[in-house]
């Protein structure tokens, strides 16, 4: 028998990141990563190999959502690092530990030196500084495992988010020098709220007479779901979730305001509150109803991403993880008798229901209706931007599962590969991925990928001939379009080319056919043809979006408050 293969470098990153407690990981191989996908095929880790980089990065934000835990992405120097951009910038717009590795030009090429190598920048982590949490420039092999575990670190420090690692090409091939790598300790110390803020959010929330609660994706990623559910029933306070918060308070729930933000209804009710607490959202532009919104009671706001904080209203700011601070919160405000909080929810749930009934919208209810009914209660969703994801953000309940998407960016093409990122973390369970055509082009490659490694999930593709959301945005605005109509493929005979089971389906047929194919072992396609509209927003002016004016007191009130 021949002697064992040395080790090099490559071997250290895989060594560090099973030290770490990773499982798995993604990424696509390239000239100067070889050391490390060589070293790879030697260790125990899954790895998931996708065809775009980009579809890489999305693959592993989703792995980091459904398993909340670190996601290492491995991809090689310049262009291959460069396609990661945009899957990392939804990563920390959703605050994913995404762990970002790429391998870099020889160590003699850092520095900004012009040496002529293949793949060289100036200053390739220059171009990751304003996306991530933080970057790691690694020069020799020793230094790699120190390195990934402080990125490690970096990852899952609140708030989440993703981090790079950039290790040069011939670090990676160089001998090891140093033993094996057997155990790494990178546990990032608990964001814990200050007492006294603690103290005076719950003397606030003690003395409301109208408490409502706006919860956002923290919640859902601190994992902070019953202690919500736990201070909201103490209360007596509607909940309301951001798009990112779907999942964060259960969708029947008597207090249960659902996520009916881009409505000036569930607006006003906030803007009412006597002391309104956000917890785990920046209000940002979409939970803000396109910043509409202006509460005119005191606002108590937890949040662990401290750039947020007070970022778009003042507030009482409790910089904090939301489990820490709402465990606080429920052990110091005195829990009040039942009073009027389940009635106001079923108000406001019922005055939005009227408005969208009005609006002659039945085709688009009973298409999400059917996606609801054929998805396992506990099987996961992943929603591309398409005008079906931007009617679940408001309207889809996801149960015992969650729901996903790419609302933290904005970008196209996330739904396919997240989907078989989360697939990857669990292939007992189907997961279904929703796409328009546009969207889906961004992916088609990775049908490949989906067979290649017989990853269940059910790809629903929702065939309106272009970019649904843009065509309604520039007919609305300019009375036509441009760019938005599409050439596009026969989505069912490009899936069967991959030797992905592929069918094509009607509104009538949808359930049925979709809960067929999330039956089936591996992936599949369910393709519909199909133009849906949005429903009307109402963070226009009347005249604006179409409707009628507003009752007389209200609109008065909003244009005292306009600036």
């Known amino acids: ?235 007596d306070a509607p909940v309301a979730t951001t798009f990112g918060g779907k999942g964060a308070f259960p969708w029947e729930h008597p207090l249960s305001l659902q996520s009916w933000l881009e409505d000036r209804y569930t607006t006003d009710l906030l803007e009412d509150a006597d002391v309104l607490l956000v917890i785990g959202s920046g209000l940002g532009e979409l939970s803000s109803n396109y910043h509409t919104f202006r509460p005119r009671g005191r606002v108590v706001q937890i949040e662990a991403d401290l750039g947020k904080l007070e970022a778009n209203l003042p507030a009482l700011g409790v910089h904090a993880d939301a489990r820490l601070a709402l465990d606080a919160l429920v052990a110091r405000v005195a829990p009040r008798p039942g009073g009027d909080g389940a009635r106001t929810a079923d108000a406001l749930l019922a005055r939005v229901r009227d408005r969208i009934d009005a609006q002659e919208l039945g085709l688009e209810q009973r298409v999400l209706a059917a996606v609801r009914e054929a998805l396992p209660e506990d099987s996961p969703s992943f929603w591309d931007m398409t005008i079906l994801a931007y009617w679940a953000w408001s309207a889809f309940d996801p149960r015992a599962g969650a729901l996903h998407s790419a609302q933290g960016a904005g970008g196209l093409g996330y739904g396919f590969p997240a989907a078989l990122g989360a697939a990857a973390a669990d292939r007992r369970r189907p997961v279904l991925a929703v796409s328009g055509d546009g969207g889906a082009m961004y992916s088609i490659a990775e049908l490949a990928t989906a067979r290649q490694y017989g990853l269940p999930v059910t790809w629903l593709i929702v065939d309106d001939g272009g970019y649904g959301i843009l065509r309604e945005y520039m007919t609305g605005a300019f009375g036509e379009t441009t760019g938005t109509e599409l050439a596009r493929p026969d989505f069912v005979a490009l899936a069967e080319s991959f030797g992905v089971p592929a069918v094509r389906t009607a509104p009538d047929r949808l359930a049925g056919d979709l809960a067929a194919a999330l039956r089936e072992p591996g992936p599949s396609v369910v393709v519909l043809p199909a133009v849906l509209r949005m429903f009307a927003p109402t963070h226009l002016a009347p005249e604006e979006r179409g409707e009628p004016g507003e009752p007389g007191e209200r609109r008065e009130r909003r244009e005292r408050e306009e600036p």
């Open 1 to 235: 028998m021949g002697s064992a293969q040395p080790r090099h470098g490559g071997d250290l990153v895989v060594e560090s990141l099973t030290a770490l407690g990773a499982t798995t990981v993604f990424g696509l191989p390239g000239q100067h990563a070889l050391g490390t996908f060589d070293a790879l095929r030697r260790s125990s880790l899954d790895y998931v190999g996708l065809r775009v980089e980009n579809n890489a990065g999305f693959a592993a934000d989703a792995f980091a959502r459904v398993t909340s835990g670190v996601a290492p992405l491995l991809v090689s120097t310049g262009p291959g690092a460069l396609m990661t951009l945009a899957a990392l910038q939804e990563s920390a717009a959703a605050s994913a530990p995404v762990l970002g590795i790429s391998s870099q030009v020889p160590v003699a090429g850092l520095g900004g030196g012009r040496r002529g190598f293949l793949h060289e920048l100036v200053d390739q982590k220059a171009s990751f500084r304003d996306v991530v949490k933080s970057v790691h420039t690694v020069r020799s092999a020793s230094q790699i495992p120190s390195a990934l575990a402080a990125a490690w670190e970096s990852a899952l420090a609140a708030p989440c988010g993703p981090v790079w690692v950039e290790i040069p090409q011939d670090v990676l091939l160089a001998p090891a020098g140093v033993p094996p790598v057997v155990s790494l300790r990178a546990v990032p110390a608990p964001l814990e709220p200050r007492p006294e803020l603690v103290a005076e959010a719950a003397r606030l929330l003690d003395g409301a007479a109208r408490p409502v609660i706006l919860a956002g994706g923290g919640v859902v990623r601190a994992g902070a779901q019953d202690e919500l559910r736990a201070l909201a029933e103490a209360l």
